[in-house]
Structures are given as structure tokens and as C-alpha cells.
């Protein structure tokens, strides 16, 4: 929230009042790692702490905790648009995230999914040039603590589905997972689902 001072003259009379301006960016903080910034702008969950630089021995770790079992989405952005590949020594974006999920929806989690979208609320196709490394070998960079296998989805969207596992409320489970951009965009979306048990 922005507070700014209006000064006007009404019947000959100075008077001056507090204006506030409300921007769901300025009241979210943006977090700083790598050569991104990372933010809970939209909604529905709330990051903790972030750290790394994002390569595979020192990937970007953000902690959030999620107050629901509804899809939120993290806003990531970057100013740099020519940055090296820290894996394929080719031009392009490309870092390693580690997520640290703290379930604070009230409910088990048994399944959790991840969501890479160029356009919020678009699909991202095989073609665009964001996914998880869909040309890469990926090979020992994609896992969770708390589940046990995932699947890497590349048509008609980009999505991780992490399965076989169950997350307790207030419990957390961590992911680990590469994101490429050899577009690139300096904003892009990563969409997280929990799933909860069917009643």
C-alpha cells in the first residue's frame, strides 16, 4: 500500500488528506534468487524464505505454504534475457528450483501438480519454448521427498504430476525440477495443484 498526500484549496480553506493506493504487486515482497524474482502476488498461498543461485549443485529454493487445496500460481520474472545455460553451455534460460510446499490447506495432499504457463491461464504447448526441459536429459534432476514417482507431461500443456505419496496438513514435501525458457519471457507463470483425497 502506497500513502500519498493530497493538498487542495476548498472555499479559500488549505486542506490536505492521505490518499491510498492499494497494488496486490507492491503488497506482495518480491523474492530475489538466481536471475529471477519470484512472487505470491495472486494469491492463495504465501512464500517463506528463498535462497540459490539456480544450477544443479545450488538450485533456487523457495518455501511457501499453501492455505488451500485450490490451484495458486507463482509469478516468476526475469530481467535478463540472454543468460547461459548452466547445463548445455547454449543460449537460453535455463535454472533448477527446488520447491518446499508447506501444507497449510487443512487437508492431506496425495498427489501435486506443477503447471508452466507463458500467458496466465494459456496452455503452454510443446512448441513455445517453456517446459521442463522437454529437450534435455533430465536424468536425476526431477524428484520429491514425499513422493514416490511423477510424470512429465509436454502436450497439450507443460505439467509435472508428482504421485504415489501423501503429504499430512502442516507437513511439507519438497520438489526438485528443472525450468527451461529459451524463448524467453520475462514473465511467466508456474501453476501448483495439490490434490486431495476424493470424498
Avoid at 538450485?59 to 490451484?71: F, G, H, N, R
Amino acid at each position: 500500500m502506497k500513502l500519498s498526500w493530497v493538498i487542495c484549496t476548498v472555499g479559500g480553506i488549505l486542506t490536505a488528506s492521505i490518499v491510498c493506493n492499494y497494488s496486490s504487486a507492491e503488497e506482495s515482497e518480491l523474492w530475489s534468487a538466481g536471475q529471477y524474482t519470484f512472487s505470491d502476488e495472486l494469491g492463495g498461498f504465501t512464500i517463506r524464505a528463498i535462497s540459490g543461485i539456480g544450477t544443479l549443485e545450488d538450485p533456487i529454493v523457495v518455501t511457501e505454504e499453501l492455505d488451500t487445496a485450490s490451484p495458486t500460481t507463482i509469478v516468476i520474472r526475469t530481467e535478463r534475457i540472454a543468460q547461459h545455460n548452466p547445463a548445455t553451455a547454449n543460449a537460453g534460460l535455463l535454472f533448477y528450483l527446488r520447491v518446499k510446499a508447506i501444507n497449510g490447506s487443512g487437508h492431506p495432499w496425495i498427489e501435486f501438480v506443477f503447471e508452466l504457463q507463458k500467458q496466465l491461464g494459456v496452455l503452454s504447448d510443446y512448441y513455445d519454448g517453456l517446459s521442463f526441459y522437454q529437450a534435455g536429459d533430465k536424468t536425476g534432476m526431477i524428484h520429491s521427498d514425499l513422493f514416490s514417482t511423477y510424470r512429465d507431461e509436454s502436450e497439450p500443456y507443460d505439467r509435472m504430476i508428482f504421485r504415489n505419496g501423501f503429504v499430512d496438513p502442516n507437513a511439507t514435501a519438497s520438489f526438485d525440477f528443472p525450468i527451461a525458457d529459451f524463448t524467453p519471457k520475462r514473465t511467466f507463470y508456474l501453476v501448483q495443484d495439490p490434490r486431495i483425497p476424493s470424498t
